[in-house]
């Protein structure tokens, strides 16, 4: 590293810059010649901002456009802590070449935790079954039923993400499961290096006994999962959703949910929250979590973390782990 320290900025929400004061702070003060932490760029001294080689973001930061571009000439670089940089990013952004990443790696952690919890416990109806009367006497009916476990059962993934690539491996975990892909973006040897199997929507709706969603937000996967693939599935199985709301089609789900021949486990919802008076509330095999997945707690410092090691190698000059380039926008979150 060279004596003189870059100017940097943190811009961000009070939710997460909590993450970025003591010994994080410390730790980037080595690297760069810090200004006072702001939580929106007009609370930046305009001299600060035209100095400002990185910046560190988070949810809060509005998008770099233009406008907010034109006021920081030299800016360098950007370091998201946070998922998605498709709020954050400009075509401006791209062009002025100005690097790029994002915390969604870390992001992935929890959000792959949470899935797999839900998986475990939705095979055992443990959701469903919690909402029951005490009273439910647990050896004699729940003995007899051959369809609750996890062994032998066959698990699909939609979306060979971040998230879902971590599902496929923790999944395994549970060993006798079938494990399926999704994606029209993945290549079928590297699904298969996973150990699971790339298939066509329409097969890993027929075959699972849970669907797990992890695809992006994008105009092409709104209701990615409706009437149709819900129709599919058999009698008994789980729907996961930890995306986005859009993702998945609420009015054919609670179609399904409402005789009771699919369940679902959510984290997200469309919308969301859901109005108060919205039937899947109320139904007692399905499961609503709010938007919790990834983000509790301290589950953000592993995003502060990952800023940090991106700031490390940018200021070395070498290439940043977890960057992001404008090719990537057409089919990541
Ligand atoms: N609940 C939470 O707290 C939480 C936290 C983080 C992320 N998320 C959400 O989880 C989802 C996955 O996040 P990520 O960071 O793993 O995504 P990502 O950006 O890594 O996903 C990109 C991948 O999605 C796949 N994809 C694109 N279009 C697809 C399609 N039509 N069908 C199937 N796959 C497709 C492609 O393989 C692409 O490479 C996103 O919707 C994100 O917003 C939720
Ligand atoms: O809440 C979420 O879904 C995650 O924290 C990611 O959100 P982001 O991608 O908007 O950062």
Redesign the pocket.
């Known amino acids: 590293m060279s004596g003189v320290r870059p100017a940097g900025l943190i811009v961000m929400g009070p939710e997460m810059a909590w993450a970025f004061e003591d010994d994080r702070r410390r730790q980037l003060e080595r690297m760069l010649d810090l200004g006072d932490p702001a939580t929106s760029f007009d609370a930046v001294p305009a001299d600060a901002l035209a100095r400002c080689e990185v910046l560190i973001t988070s949810w809060g930061a509005p998008r770099l456009d233009s406008a907010v571009l034109s006021r920081m000439p030299a800016l360098r670089a950007v370091f998201h802590a946070a998922?998605?940089v498709r709020d954050l990013v400009s075509p401006e952004l791209w062009d002025r070449g100005i690097v790029v990443s994002s915390a969604?790696d870390a992001?992935?952690v929890p959000?792959a935790e949470y899935t797999l919890a839900a998986i475990i416990l939705a095979g055992k109806r443990a959701f469903s079954l919690a909402r029951e009367p005490r009273t439910h006497a647990p050896w004699g009916g729940m003995l007899a039923e051959p369809m609750i476990g996890n062994v032998d059962r066959c698990i699909g993934i939609?979306?060979?993400?971040?998230?879902?690539r971590r599902v496929v491996e923790l999944v395994q975990m549970l060993g006798g499961v079938e494990v399926l892909v999704?994606?029209?973006?993945?290549d079928p040897a590297v699904v298969a290096r996973a150990g699971a199997t790339l298939v066509s929507l329409d097969e890993m709706a027929a075959r699972v006994d849970v669907l797990s969603i992890?695809?992006?937000?994008?105009p092409?996967?709104r209701h990615?999962i409706g009437r149709a693939e819900l129709a599919l599935l058999r009698d008994g199985a789980t729907v996961i959703n930890?995306?986005?709301g859009a993702l998945l089609d609420h009015d054919a789900l609670l179609a399904e949910c409402r005789t009771g021949r699919v369940n679902a486990v959510l984290?997200?919802t469309d919308p969301e929250p859901l109005p108060h008076d919205s039937e899947l509330l109320d139904l007692p095999n399905v499961t609503i979590t709010p938007?919790?997945?990834?983000?509790l707690g301290t589950e953000r410092a592993r995003l502060a973390d990952s800023v940090l090691e991106d700031v490390q190698a940018w200021v070395r000059g070498e290439p940043v782990p977890h960057g992001v380039v404008r090719e990537q926008m057409d089919?990541?979150?």
Do not use: K, M, Y
Request: aromatic share 2%; net charge negative.
């Open positions: 998922g998605s969604a992001n992935a959000v939609v979306g060979f993400s971040r998230i879902g999704a994606d029209p973006h993945a992890h695809a992006p937000e994008l092409s996967t990615l930890t995306a986005r984290d997200v938007h919790v997945a990834g983000t089919v990541i979150a």
